[in-house]
Every structure is written in structure tokens, then in C-alpha cells.
């Protein structure tokens, strides 16, 4: 089955305090986005496309040796909106489509893989990356049953009191089958207080559809470790130089 992966590398990143584009704040010299685009290439995923914005130029011109593609997001409208920036790339396309942030350089190809395998073996619409997290305050639970299967995903606004216990969390991390991916973000609305498309809705729509969805963790929950400012960079680096 060929296999593509859909990296988010769109913004300006504001609390990096700077003007460069997020995903291309170095890592031990190179570019975050970098150790992403390789990991998922290990991983069997043949084709990458950066969803591109932010001074979208110098993204290209830094990336230009990579053999990847790039789709731009003129608007920052949120994931859902990112991903559907790539419809066009997909017009003869009917395989998994994997979507990543290219702020999460720690993402390893052996879990990218593990994703991959186990959304393949149950034929799902959709396969959630989650992460086991000490403290998940401000991340969206991973919901079960009684008997371990996914039920949904819940915000943190808007979990309750046992809800709000449990540890498993989505990392906005997914793989889709390429034809309902795209079938579903059509059926994604911006009624949010960010008036943005979000992805994880669509995760509700195939829910509410009777269409499969499942979730499986990370063994290591760093793994789904975004950065979002200079601090996190340092340690994400402090990391890497530890393995």
C-alpha cells in the first residue's frame, strides 16, 4: 500500500520569539522539521507534503534538497483547514494518509510505524497516536469503554470530573484512509471560539458515522512532545543529545 504522510509546518510559531518559521528553528543544527520528514521516511511513508505559510519562501528554499512537496496555507484556519490545502495532491491517491506536526521532532519511526501497522490491521477510518501523560491539564482524553475500545475525544474545557482523570491523551497525531479523510473534511465546521477547522473533529464525525476509530499509545509519551517556545526547544534538544 503506498503511504503519505501530511506534515503541518505552517506557522509563525509566536512564542519562539522570532520572525524565522517555527519548523525551522535548529535542533542540533538542523531544522526540527527535518528529524520529522526523515522519521516518517523511515517509517515507509514515500511521499511527504509540508502544508507551508508563514513565510512559506524560506521554508522551501531551506527544504529544496528534502524531495518533498509543499502545499501553502495562504490563512491560518486551523489543522483541518491545513490538511484540506493538500486535496490536490491526492487526485489519484486512494491509500493511508498520515498526518503530523512538524514541531514534534521526537516522533520516532519505529511509533510512526506501529500507528501504521496496527490502522492497517483493523481497517480503521482513522487511528489516533496517543501518549500516557503525568500531567495532561489542557490535553483532549483519549475516552474508552469498559472493555478498552475507543469511545472519543474530549477536551479538556469540556471534560468532567472522571474525565478529567484519566491520563491518555490525544498527540494530534492520525492515520487516515486517504478517501474518507477527505470525505470527512468537508463535513468540518468552524463554530469554535477560534473560528478555525479543527482535525480532531473529524474524529467525532466518524464517530457519530459508525465508521472505525481506534487509539493506541506510545510507548514514550515524550514522543508527543510539541515545541511551542524556546524553553521547550532546549529541552526537546536536551533530550535528543541524552538518547
Do not use: W
Not at 491509500?95 to 511509533?111: F, H, K, N, Q, Y
Amino acid at each position: 500500500m503506498k503511504k503519505t504522510a501530511i506534515i503541518l509546518a505552517a506557522g509563525k510559531g509566536k512564542r519562539m520569539k522570532s520572525e524565522l518559521p517555527k519548523v525551522l528553528h535548529k535542533i542540533h543544527n538542523r531544522p526540527m522539521v527535518e528529524y520529522v520528514i526523515d522519521n516518517a521516511r523511515t517509517a515507509g511513508y514515500d511521499k511527504q507534503i509540508l502544508v507551508i505559510g508563514h513565510k512559506y519562501q524560506q521554508v522551501m528554499e531551506t527544504l529544496k534538497g528534502k524531495d518533498v512537496e509543499f502545499a501553502v496555507q495562504e490563512e491560518q484556519l486551523g489543522t483541518g483547514h491545513a490538511v484540506s490545502c493538500t486535496r490536490d495532491k491526492f487526485d489519484s491517491f486512494s491509500g493511508e494518509v498520515l498526518v503530523l506536526a512538524g514541531d514534534m521532532p521526537l516522533i520516532s519511526p519505529e511509533t510512526i510505524k506501529k500507528l501504521s501497522d496496527y490502522h492497517q490491521k483493523i481497517g480503521a477510518a482513522a487511528t489516533v497516536l496517543s501518549v500516557n501523560l503525568p500531567d495532561p491539564t489542557g490535553y483532549g482524553r483519549i475516552v474508552r469503554d469498559e472493555n478498552g475500545s475507543f469511545l472519543e475525544i474530549v477536551e479538556h474545557r469540556d471534560a468532567g470530573p472522571q474525565q478529567l482523570e484519566i491520563k491518555e491523551v490525544n498527540t494530534g497525531i492520525i492515520c487516515f484512509d486517504c478517501l474518507k479523510l477527505f470525505s470527512v473534511l468537508e463535513k468540518i465546521d468552524c463554530d469554535n471560539d477560534q473560528e478555525e477547522y479543527y482535525l480532531t473533529d473529524s474524529i467525532g464525525i466518524f464517530v457519530r458515522e459508525n465508521e472505525k476509530v481506534a487509539a493506541i499509545p506510545a510507548d514514550d509519551y515524550r514522543e508527543g512532545m510539541g515545541i511551542n517556545s524556546v524553553e521547550q526547544l532546549k529541552e526537546v534538544e536536551a533530550l535528543m543529545s541524552s538518547v
